[in-house]
């Protein structure tokens, strides 16, 4: 099978499409032929060398996958030729990725395909949703008549969020620097979009909501924008904490913390346990379904492209990147 495979992570110059053998399932496992990958910023992070808990080189990259149970693998439940996603790749070891034509995974990782999803659509779904639907119904209480804000809105994680806040029944107030993408984030639903370098967004906000600020902050884009989060928020609100692509650090204000007793909390998609992410997964596609939302692709590229893949996600792509192998 050929594998983009990283043999020092640092940069793109060791990282290239090799012939590997096949992975050879363990017990709990299958081998799926890999069709489609959706692309993540951890992907590039971790060829890059920048990602928290980094595998030791050699690795495959990639965290996303759907595809079809190879041909002498499967099991009762999850018989050969079976079209499949996998909802938590990261349960196995990082170095053993979806960027690659066949991959062995556990069962317990495994969903059908959306009734009416595209390949590429489940491809691009799992890490996501997952991470959103954390950051609304973990960390937070997202629910019927909730204000929330997403930050990043056109992003993978943020189209993700606007759409399930939305089926949940709460008001959206999403926030792009770009005009484009915000006309698109009100065609999805969103109530109020916002350009997050709007000088008077911190007015802006509350007036759209009534005056009292919002519940929940869905927060993707890290850096100052920590700051802007805490500002928007009413009492008792919620920030939870998803990305770091603005930077790494950021400013709190602490009074308004304080005064607010405000919570801000990181959010981590690999704490769904592999007892609860399938129940987890199904919730999010009956919300989804409740407003006949699917995944949001930007654009498909083939394997082969997987550079200018990663250059297109780093662009701040309307959705999510994918890519897809030969004979999907
Ligand atoms: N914690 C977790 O478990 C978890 C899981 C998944 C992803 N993540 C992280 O969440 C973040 C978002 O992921 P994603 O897949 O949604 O990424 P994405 O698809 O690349 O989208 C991020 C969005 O953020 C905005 N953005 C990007 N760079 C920015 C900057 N410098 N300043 C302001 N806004 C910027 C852009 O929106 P506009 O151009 O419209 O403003 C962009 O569309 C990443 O850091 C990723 O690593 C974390």
């Given at each position: 099978?050929?594998?983009?495979?990283?043999?020092?992570?640092?940069?793109?110059?060791?990282?290239r499409?090799?012939?590997?053998p096949?992975?050879?399932?363990?017990?709990?496992?299958?081998?799926?032929?890999?069709?489609?990958v959706?692309?993540?910023?951890?992907?590039?992070?971790?060829?890059?060398?920048?990602?928290?808990?980094?595998?030791?080189?050699?690795?495959?990259?990639?965290?996303?996958?759907?595809?079809?149970?190879?041909?002498?693998?499967?099991?009762?439940e999850?018989?050969?030729?079976?079209?499949?996603?996998?909802?938590?790749?990261?349960?196995?070891?990082?170095?053993?990725?979806?960027?690659?034509?066949?991959?062995?995974?556990?069962?317990?990782?495994?969903?059908?395909?959306?009734?009416?999803?595209?390949?590429?659509?489940?491809?691009?779904?799992?890490?996501a949703?997952?991470?959103?639907?954390?950051?609304?119904?973990?960390?937070?209480?997202?629910?019927?008549?909730?204000k929330?804000?997403?930050?990043?809105?056109?992003?993978?994680?943020?189209?993700?969020?606007?759409?399930?806040?939305?089926?949940?029944?709460?008001?959206?107030?999403?926030?792009?620097r770009?005009?484009?993408?915000?006309?698109?984030?009100?065609?999805?639903?969103?109530?109020?979009?916002?350009?997050?370098?709007?000088?008077?967004?911190?007015?802006?906000?509350?007036?759209?909501?009534?005056?009292?600020?919002?519940d929940?902050?869905?927060?993707t884009?890290?850096?100052?924008?920590?700051?802007?989060?805490?500002?928007?928020?009413?009492?008792?609100?919620?920030?939870?904490?998803?990305?770091?692509?603005?930077?790494?650090?950021?400013?709190?204000?602490?009074?308004?913390?304080?005064?607010?007793?405000?919570?801000?909390e990181?959010?981590?998609?690999?704490d769904?346990?592999?007892?609860?992410?399938?129940?987890?997964?199904?919730?999010?596609?009956?919300?989804?379904?409740?407003?006949?939302?699917?995944?949001?692709?930007?654009?498909?590229?083939?394997?082969?492209?997987?550079?200018?893949?990663?250059?297109?996600?780093?662009?701040?792509?309307?959705?999510?990147?994918v890519?897809?192998?030969?004979?999907?």
């Amino acid at each position: 099978m050929r594998a983009l495979f990283t043999e020092a992570p640092g940069g793109w110059e060791h990282t290239r499409i090799v012939e590997k053998p096949d992975p050879e399932p363990r017990t709990g496992e299958v081998l799926v032929d890999i069709k489609a990958v959706g692309l993540n910023p951890a992907d590039y992070f971790q060829v890059q060398g920048q990602y928290p808990g980094q595998p030791k080189a050699p690795f495959i990259t990639g965290r996303d996958a759907a595809g079809v149970i190879s041909a002498g693998s499967g099991t009762k439940e999850w018989p050969a030729g079976t079209p499949v996603l996998i909802i938590q790749s990261q349960l196995r070891d990082l170095a053993e990725g979806t960027l690659c034509e066949r991959q062995r995974f556990p069962v317990s990782t495994l969903a059908p395909i959306p009734i009416g999803w595209s390949i590429e659509e489940a491809a691009a779904a799992p890490l996501a949703y997952m991470t959103a639907w954390r950051a609304l119904t973990v960390s937070a209480n997202c629910k019927e008549g909730s204000k929330v804000v997403v930050t990043g809105a056109s992003g993978g994680v943020g189209t993700a969020a606007v759409q399930l806040a939305l089926g949940l029944g709460a008001t959206v107030i999403a926030l792009s620097r770009s005009v484009q993408k915000r006309a698109k984030l009100s065609a999805m639903g969103a109530q109020h979009v916002f350009d997050p370098e709007d000088p008077d967004l911190k007015k802006k906000v509350p007036q759209a909501v009534g005056g009292r600020g919002v519940d929940i902050v869905v927060e993707t884009v890290g850096g100052p924008f920590i700051r802007t989060a805490v500002n928007l928020l009413a009492p008792y609100g919620v920030v939870g904490v998803v990305g770091v692509l603005a930077g790494v650090e950021g400013p709190l204000p602490i009074p308004s913390l304080m005064f607010k007793r405000a919570k801000v909390e990181g959010v981590l998609v690999s704490d769904y346990s592999p007892e609860e992410a399938p129940d987890e997964w199904a919730k999010i596609i009956s919300t989804l379904n409740k407003r006949s939302f699917r995944p949001i692709i930007d654009k498909v590229f083939p394997f082969e492209d997987y550079l200018a893949a990663v250059e297109h996600l780093k662009g701040s792509p309307f959705g999510k990147v994918v890519l897809t192998f030969p004979g999907r």
